[in-house]
């Protein structure tokens, strides 16, 4: 017959005294915590490039024009180029000289400081030629119309609307190059 007798329980051993305690962690060297460091910042900078990338999504991006960038060359001369043949070319040429070198202005044709807007640069330079200043300032108006539509007025009005003066002065150089390919 099988012995029914519950066998002994078997627990496990009593703890012991004698264990390992556990060891105590060793410092790190500062090459390490600069290699954890740097892996904690990439990992901020990654989540905040895409932060900023998704907050910015909406935001609509007009194209540089780089004409409103770069302006004059990186070492400026300040010498008039070779004046076009024609005579309203090279008035416009020289007013387009005597905003670079002398200063732009709006709201005047010349304020205090001597700075001239574009018809003041113009008027200046046409030294009392009224005929060819009205010339230059018809192919300036039709250079400004082209680039920014019918629905600008007059000369001073477009100049006055500018903040600063790389538009106009871009705006002279264009209609330089108009009144030459026309040859006035």
Known sequence: MPDTTPSPAI????????????????ALTLEERLTLVNIEMTARLDE???AHAVNTAHIPIEPV?????????????LQPPAPYPTPVAALLQRAHHRLLTGGWCSGALVDEDGARCMLGAIRAEAGGDSGLEADAASVLLDAIRRK??????SVPSFNDAHGTSRVPMRMLDQAAGLADARGL
């Open 65 to 77: 024009d780089l004409a409103d960038v770069v302006t004059v060359p990186l070492t400026p001369t």
């Open 11 to 26: 627990h496990p051993p009593a703890p012991t005294t004698h264990q390992a305690a556990p060891v105590p962690p060793t």
């Open 48 to 50: 905040a490039a895409v």
């Open 148 to 153: 920014f539509g019918e629905h600008v007025d």
